[in-house]
């Protein structure tokens, strides 16, 4: 699959567990933050975004926390589930006139049954 | 609806060929975004269009490069020639506006030989 040859960090949770997977970013303009899913083969799937002007955002099962005084943002998942398997990349957009995304690294998220 | 759609899935060429790659973004998308990954490295901005027109090509490694998006529809990027290190994912997203969430692609892996 596409993640051949890279060494992402790996968060291994069993079913049912909560997961949290944690990123920072650098950009102090950046002013709009999402969470995406990949999983093998296929694109980034949107999960949950939030605003600067916001910390906390919740969707179904997922909920984003936004630390801006620390650059961190995190997602937290609920009951995490095998489905749940896949690779979680944070984005920030650049703050600039053209909402380009920037990526994190990613994290591969494993969940045991 | 159908979302955003990439061709081919998969190339594998010789060093020096010519590749072109298609993006067709969700119908009534102004903004159409092309990002690659690299094998080992994140996510990253390639160029951005508005409609036909190029309004950040900054991400773009080199004249190699050559992106269009011709009446404002589909896009192609074509690289000629094509390099040992153009070897990766190429995603293509495309958002209605330039505030929120960018739709993505399956994308395009490339690999030069």
């Known amino acids: 699959g596409e993640s051949v040859g890279l060494h992402l960090p790996t968060l291994s949770v069993q079913e049912g567990d909560n997961s949290i997977i944690n990123c920072a970013y650098s950009?102090?303009?950046?002013?709009?933050f999402i969470w995406y899913k990949q999983e093998s083969g296929k694109g980034p799937q949107f999960i949950i975004d939030i605003r600067s002007n916001m910390d906390k955002r919740q969707g179904q099962r997922v909920t984003v926390l936004l630390n801006k005084t620390v650059k961190h943002l995190s997602l937290q998942i609920a009951a995490t589930q095998p489905g749940d398997s896949a690779v979680y990349f944070c984005?920030?957009?650049?703050?600039?006139?053209?909402?380009?995304?920037?990526f994190g690294t990613g994290t591969l998220l494993a969940v045991q049954p | 609806e159908a979302g955003v759609t990439q061709f081919p899935s998969h190339s594998v060429i010789e060093k020096g060929q010519t590749v072109t790659l298609r993006c067709d973004p969700i119908s009534g998308h102004d903004n159409l975004y092309w990002y690659r990954r690299v094998m080992g490295k994140e996510i990253k901005f390639l160029l951005h269009f508005v409609k036909e027109s190029k309004q950040d090509e900054s991400g773009m490694p080199n004249n190699r490069f050559l992106a269009e998006r011709t009446g404002g529809t589909y896009s192609t990027l074509k690289v000629q020639p094509a390099e040992l290190e153009d070897s990766g994912v190429y995603f293509c997203?495309?958002?209605?506006?330039?505030?929120?969430?960018?739709?993505f692609g399956p994308g395009t892996r490339l690999t030069v030989l």
């Open positions: 984005a920030e957009n650049d703050g600039g006139a053209t909402n380009k995304l920037i």
């Open positions: 997203a495309s958002s209605p506006g330039l505030r929120g969430e960018q739709f």
């Open positions: 950009n102090s303009a950046s002013d709009y």
